[in-house]
């Protein structure tokens, strides 16, 4: 009987193996069906020269994406040199199925002779692809000289945007080799989603004081890992002379819609055996497709994605067992001769192989794995605790948590004046930061909106993961927190340091930024000129008060109309101290790298490196000249003579201008004359020379009192400039205006001259 029921189990694993077998071989016939992966379309080239064209891209008509012409490739044709495929104005090196194009993007370069004539320029390197952005993650912006500064220019978010970098020396003794810091060399990040970009190098004086050992300025966009390769070095001051062009990655995508609405609209080209994922976290709108993992091939043909055979690419099965590949995966199954029993393969056999020994042999394994377990619970739980407490630990000084104490302590403060919050309680007031929590993203990390335990709304501040500048801004902007309680400046209410990343809690700023209402239409209408004073007035008291009114004076560095926030109110809070400098008590200077904001920086302060409260004052007065006119501090929209507003601002007040750059709803019957005294001391907050500028107490004194001045109408005026009958008189602090005759238009070569003398005049010290 027992014989009967063995043979009867033999013959039934013998049949699963038979059947087992005969899906194999099916198997294997569709993957020997299967056609090799394509990359272009049917009869159209997959390649040009050495670099593979894959649709949608494409090198002749049809071959590429119809919906638009930057998936265009010309293939260059030479006779004596390999085939050069171009995009624009562009050789491409790489196109890559995950979304990134390789292209060899021309450097912009500026040279001048010895007596500071300008010799060979190509200050304007476009990109002609305006539908690819480049790529955030994989580039670098640089600038090399020891006389340059550049600016990168393009549209970001359907609005134009500009970023600069600044590079100064005065001899190649101060150059550290391999260090691209700001001395000889500099470079800076490029945001998500810039688009049709262009850029270029300028000098400050012509390379006249550095061309024995730098006759030339250069900027250009380089991709990362090959600037990480860059080693800079004082060599490169003219050598670069050489080197017409530098690797650069894009970032290309599918149209400018959705996944959902694509598929909707019909127009949708993702293939079978593929997903479809809309970009993210600012890279621009379209989408991009990827094959499903099991599948490989070009996801943008129709049936581009084609099944991997897992077991030639090497996939390993346990012992007794052999790989079987199928659609989309592959299987692990026994030899001939053995079928599967809970896992293992057990040979088919009769009395050596009984059922006892394999269930005998299976439930001791499985107790024994219980009780190695059940034994090691006790110390997984000790040690993890333990871990939990050691991991807080490293990341509180990781994040500086004892250089925060020791400079706490430097400053008679204690970290117990300032909450230290749990990661708990931040991860539960921002839904695990959740990003639909996002307020904005500045230089120094990601703001949160948060709610906390009693229903109090804080903006959590974030600093980057990975980067220990961005640490040591944070114990600063701290530091200098710690100092400050004034009701114009926003309020810290604490910390957390025990997470991977520092963190700092505000006062919640419900109403946005004072450069969002004076530059959106929108709100700037709904900011009257009593609102405006005001607000700056509130600007130059928090100010007055970090430089005057505690025990150690403050520098903030970065004032901006970005970094002033209001309140439902109009109340202004001054914010972002990350770049903020403490005086010591018996300096009035110090000597920094140049930081902060273009359009805003002292020129003294960028032409020196020497940082006095004076640096601030010149920023403060662009805010004033933007509450005035209503216009950006630096806009490369503008005509060459107002890109600048602190200058044309300044220039215009000289020509008799007023009424031409003020912003038309501010100016009223009764206010003129307000207006001109304080367009006058914005004037002498842009002076060129640092002591030339009153100091911040004066000028926050200065605006009270017209604040409080009762205003006294002149007589009539007609704001669009159709009649005026004003005629404000001449001082040596004031202007004339005559609408009647007009006021005189200044020409190129007039600006050139003002700003060549304020600089003169900094650089001579008189």
């Not at 980057?464 to 400050?484: H, Y």
Request: hydrophobic fraction near 35%; include cysteine; proline fraction near 3%.
């Amino acid at each position: 009987m027992l014989f009967c029921e063995s043979s009867g189990a033999m013959g039934f694993h013998s049949m699963l193996v038979l059947v087992t077998w005969v899906g194999v071989m099916l198997t294997a016939i569709m993957a020997a069906a299967a056609i090799a992966y394509p990359l272009a379309l049917p009869n159209c080239p997959d390649s040009c020269g050495d670099v593979k064209i894959p649709y949608p891209f494409g090198t002749r008509e049809g071959c590429y994406r119809k919906e638009s012409i930057d998936f265009f490739i010309n293939c260059s044709k030479s006779h004596d040199q390999p085939d050069q495929p171009m995009t624009g104005n562009l050789p491409v090196t790489n196109i890559s199925i995950e979304g990134e194009m390789d292209i060899m993007m021309y450097r912009s370069i500026n040279c001048y002779s010895q007596w500071g004539t300008p010799l060979s320029s190509n200050t304007d390197s476009s990109l002609r692809v305006p539908s690819f952005a480049v790529s955030a993650t994989k580039n670098k912006f640089v600038a090399v000289g020891c006389d340059t500064y550049a600016y990168l220019n393009g549209i970001l978010n359907d609005e134009s945007f500009t970023i600069g970098c600044l590079s100064k020396c005065n001899n190649t003794r101060n150059i550290v080799n391999g260090d691209c810091s700001g001395i000889g060399c500099c470079h800076i990040d490029i945001p998500e989603g810039l688009k049709d970009i262009d850029f270029a190098a300028y000098s400050f004086n012509n390379h006249s004081k550095v061309w024995s050992f730098n006759p030339c300025s250069f900027a250009f966009i380089i991709q990362e890992d090959k600037f990480d390769k860059f080693n800079f070095s004082s060599a490169y001051l003219t050598s670069l002379q050489n080197n017409r062009s530098f690797p650069m990655v894009l970032g290309w995508a599918i149209g400018d819609e959705t996944c959902e609405v694509a598929q909707n609209k019909g127009n949708y080209i993702c293939g079978g055996n593929s997903t479809c994922s809309d970009l993210k976290n600012g890279s621009g709108p379209g989408y991009r497709c990827k094959c499903k993992e099991g599948y490989d091939g070009n996801p943008y043909l129709k049936d581009g994605c084609q099944d991997i055979d897992e077991c030639k690419k090497g996939k390993k099965c346990p012992r007794k067992k052999f790989c079987v590949n199928e659609v989309g995966s592959y299987s692990c199954l026994c030899y001939k001769d053995y079928y599967e029993f809970e896992g293992v393969c057990v040979p088919i056999s009769p009395a050596s192989q009984s059922s006892l020994t394999i269930y005998l042999a299976v439930g001791i394994s499985i107790i024994s794995l219980l009780v190695l377990l059940l034994g090691c619970s006790w110390i997984y739980w000790g040690l993890k605790k333990r871990k939990i407490i050691k991991l807080k630990e490293k990341f509180f000084q990781q994040n500086g948590g004892l250089l925060l104490k020791q400079q706490l302590s430097n400053h008679q403060k204690s970290i117990e004046t300032t909450k230290i919050f749990t990661t708990e309680e931040l991860k539960k007031a921002t839904n695990n930061y959740d990003e639909s929590r996002v307020l904005g993203q500045g230089g120094y990390g990601i703001v949160y909106r948060g709610l906390l335990s009693d229903n109090t709304v804080v903006a959590i501040k974030k600093s980057k993961i990975g980067d220990q500048s961005q640490v040591e801004q944070f114990i600063n902007e701290m530091i200098v927190l710690t100092q400050i309680n004034h009701r114009n400046v926003v309020k810290l209410f604490g910390c957390c340091l025990e997470t991977e990343v520092p963190l700092l809690v505000y006062e919640f700023i419900t109403n946005g930024t004072l450069s969002n209402h004076i530059h959106d239409k929108s709100l700037s209408s709904l900011l009257s000129w009593e609102k405006r004073l005001k607000i700056a007035t509130e600007i130059a008291g928090a100010l007055a008060y970090l430089h005057s009114s505690i025990s150690i004076s403050i520098i903030h560095r970065d004032v901006k109309t970005a970094n002033i926030l209001l309140d439902d109110n109009y109340t202004a809070k001054v914010a972002d101290f990350g770049a903020s400098k403490l005086v010591p008590l018996d300096q009035t200077q110090l000597n920094t790298l140049v930081q902060g904001t273009l359009g805003y920086l002292d020129p003294e302060y960028m032409q020196t490196s020497q940082l006095t409260e004076k640096s601030d004052v010149y920023s403060f007065g662009v805010i004033m000249a933007e509450l005035l006119t209503g216009k950006k501090a630096l806009s490369f929209a503008r005509p060459e003579i107002d890109r600048n507003l602190a200058i044309s601002f300044v220039s215009a007040i000289k020509e008799d201008c007023l009424l031409q750059i003020l912003e038309d709803h501010i100016v009223s019957e009764g206010n003129i004359e307000q207006l001109k005294e304080i367009a006058n001391l914005a004037k002498r907050c842009l002076s060129v020379r640092g002591e030339d500028r009153p100091f911040m107490k004066e000028v926050a004194k200065e605006l009270e009192r017209l604040r409080s001045t009762e205003k006294t109408p002149l007589g009539n005026i007609d704001v669009d400039g159709k009649k005026s009958e004003y005629l404000l008189s001449a001082t040596s602090h004031s202007f004339n205006i005559d609408v009647g005759t007009g006021c005189s238009t200044s020409t190129i070569a007039e600006y050139d001259t003002i700003r060549e003398q304020e600089l003169k005049s900094v650089k001579d010290g008189g």
